[in-house]
């Protein structure tokens, strides 16, 4: 599942992405200097907090910042050979819901009351791929059976309302996988499904990655989900990957005392603690982000540097990194 | 016998379902049939399921949201349906809740002073300095500045909320609290601080939880008992230790492998197919019979309720499959 050696076949590499929400008297920094890259065939997780900026950095990828207000400061956006950033949004369509697709959270909102499944999963069939009739119909049927929905050929006549929510949320999948994306972001795809239901679609979007080789963009607060469909894993903090790494190495050995600490305060089945470890205070409120590390105030090992000035990027080997002056001072 | 707080017997509830104003209605949904625990003094019962299993109605009933359709609720040994006057509200003063949504279950245009006073106000006539004065105290008790007493609901975030949620519900020094997947909604840095503070509190004050979650994790770091529910009937009862480390169910299996472990080296268990069945036309014979990994083609699954069955002690399921111990 690993892929040791990535430096060649990087599929998306993402560079000091800064998407900004322009307020009448604030300017709220949700993606504030994020990079990180995904191989061709990977897992990545983005993990973090409501406000972390994992889902903004996701809609940036897509080019779907919610306009007016947000928009994309800085920053590039390569996908093989092209910046994203770079090009028109007529070219864009070319990749959104073809060579790159998202599964949002809830299967309730993001398919159509009014249409049929069957049009809502051959929109991207006709729309990218120009296929029509028998064809377009056969590849719509494909991708039904491929998310495992039982006898696709009657299904395809129904609409969302008689559909269960997983069965919802394995269409929406459906929509995604169609085009058979390079690319695919799941943003909590399983977060609103019970737990039996959750791990049949964690199963399923494991292998369709195994047999078509898609990478995936998973985020999630879920440190469950990321250590059994990723490879790597970026944390993110106020708008920063504060840590990166390869699943099994930051589960093992975090870094970052933030890394530690969401490790440390999840319950554990079979493993169990007296006391969870908390985290103080809130997560970080984006209209006043502290000066220096946004998790000092927060942070049980916080020195005076870390309040004047954000760590610079430690190298961990390979592509791994942290942000923190324990680690930057320690070496 | 003597410390059962609160003890639940063959509850039921049945909705009538179905149909539309024309016809008479379809079938009953059938949320809750025929459910017996109990919760003892000072100990967490958590009740667990996937959506729709009827946990969730259990504690609509315990907190008399709703009617039962067949079954009893006792509290300290009496029938909590005979209730009337001045014993109904001491009952309600006894048992309180503290609800999933803490955006919801706040009425945004209170002051926290008043959310957390008015119970205060109705049951014990507190009212200017001493009320303030208790108010203060609660605050500090789940953790808050007693000067946010004069905010509103909004000015809190999620994690604030919940505590004020549970200052709310500790007001009138009850015994049981219902908490109906108390931090399911909240951030992970945020749930071990409220879980951290429900245990603290549970122990300083002696209090009683009914957990309803579908977090086993959860489950297991807070309760000492555990009950399993599949569409509307309990499949398994026993001690944490004894559910975790001796399951006996095939669908209390099936939802202990289903959630994902935070770590690499633990491989994904094998889950089940399907999905729940629905408490409208639920399955003949045993409910669970349609994703049963070790279901047979015996017509015993298919056609006979498996019975309540006491296996080891203090371990109870209902199965076919599971032989009681030899003792």
């Known amino acids: ?331 | 016998m003597a410390n059962r707080l609160l003890e639940v017997e063959g509850l039921a509830k049945h909705f009538r379902g179905g149909g539309n104003w024309l016809t008479s209605g379809g079938d009953a949904i059938r949320a809750v049939d025929g459910v017996s625990f109990h919760v003892e003094a000072g100990e967490t019962f958590a009740l667990v399921g996937e959506s729709g299993c009827g946990k969730t109605t259990v504690a609509k009933m315990i907190l008399l949201l709703e009617r039962p359709t067949r079954g009893s609720i006792s509290f300290q040994g009496q029938d909590v349906s005979g209730f009337r006057g001045g014993g109904l509200r001491e009952y309600k003063r006894m048992v309180q809740a503290v609800f999933q949504d803490p955006y919801s279950s706040l009425n945004p245009r209170m002051q926290v002073l008043d959310i957390i006073g008015e119970p205060l106000r109705v049951h014990q006539g507190l009212r200017g300095r001493t009320l303030r004065m208790r108010v203060g105290e609660l605050l500090e008790n789940v953790g808050l500045n007693p000067v946010t007493a004069s905010f509103f609901p909004h000015q809190f975030s999620g994690g604030q909320r919940q505590r004020i949620a549970i200052a709310r519900a500790l007001a009138l020094r009850p015994q049981l609290i219902v908490l109906d997947e108390p931090v399911s909604g909240l951030d992970v840095s945020i749930r071990a601080q409220i879980l951290n503070l429900l245990v603290d509190l549970q122990r300083d004050l002696g209090l009683s939880y009914l957990l309803i979650s579908h977090d086993l994790a959860i489950v297991e770091h807070m309760s000492h008992r555990v009950g399993v529910m599949y569409v509307g009937k309990m499949v398994e009862l026993a001690t944490r230790d004894e559910f975790y480390g001796n399951t006996l169910h095939p669908y209390s299996n099936a939802l202990l492998a289903s959630v994902p472990k935070p770590d690499p080296d633990i491989p994904m268990g094998t889950t089940i197919g399907g999905e729940v069945a629905s408490p409208i036309n639920p399955p003949s014979g045993c409910r669970f019979h349609t994703r049963c990994p070790i279901y047979l083609e015996t017509s015993m699954c298919r056609e006979v309720e498996p019975d309540w069955r006491e296996i080891l002690s203090e371990h109870l399921t209902a199965c076919h499959k599971v032989e009681p111990a030899v003792v």
């Open chain 1, 1 to 331: 599942m690993v892929n040791q050696n990535i430096e060649d076949d990087i599929l998306l590499r993402v560079e000091g992405l800064k998407t900004y929400f322009f307020q009448r008297n604030a300017v709220l920094k949700a993606v504030d200097g994020v990079s990180f890259t995904v191989a061709q065939g990977e897992a990545v997780g983005l993990v973090g907090e409501s406000g972390s900026g994992k889902t903004m950095t996701c809609l940036s990828l897509m080019r779907l910042v919610p306009q007016p207000g947000a928009r994309i400061v800085e920053g590039e956006i390569w996908f093989k050979d092209e910046n994203l950033l770079d090009i028109t949004e007529h070219e864009m369509r070319a990749y959104r819901g073809h060579r790159m697709a998202i599964i949002m959270q809830d299967p309730q909102t993001s398919l159509n009351p009014v249409y049929s499944i069957g049009e809502q999963v051959a929109e991207p069939v006709r729309l990218h791929l120009k296929e029509r009739g028998q064809q377009a119909m056969n590849r719509v049927l494909d991708a039904l059976r491929a998310v495992r929905i039982p006898r696709p050929e009657q299904r395809l006549v129904q609409y969302p309302h008689q559909f269960s929510g997983g069965m919802r949320q394995r269409v929406v999948a459906a929509m995604g996988l169609t085009t058979q994306p390079e690319l695919l972001i799941a943003d909590e795809p399983t977060t609103s499904l019970d737990v039996t239901i959750q791990a049949q679609f964690l199963r399923l979007i494991r292998e369709l990655q195994q047999d078509s080789g898609t990478s995936v963009i998973w985020v999630t607060h879920d440190l469950g989900i990321v250590a059994q469909m990723c490879d790597r894993v970026n944390v993110m903090y106020a708008g920063r990957i504060v840590e990166s790494g390869r699943v099994r190495q930051i589960y093992k050995e975090p870094q970052h005392p933030y890394t530690r600490a969401l490790l440390d305060s999840v319950p554990l089945m079979g493993a169990r603690r007296d006391k969870l470890y908390q985290i103080d205070g809130q997560p970080p409120d984006l209209r006043s982000i502290p000066q220096g590390c946004p998790f000092w105030p927060r942070c049980p090992e916080a020195m005076d540097k870390c309040k004047e000035q954000y760590p610079p990027r430690t190298s961990l080997g390979g592509q791994d990194f942290v942000h923190c002056w324990l680690t930057e001072e320690g070496r």
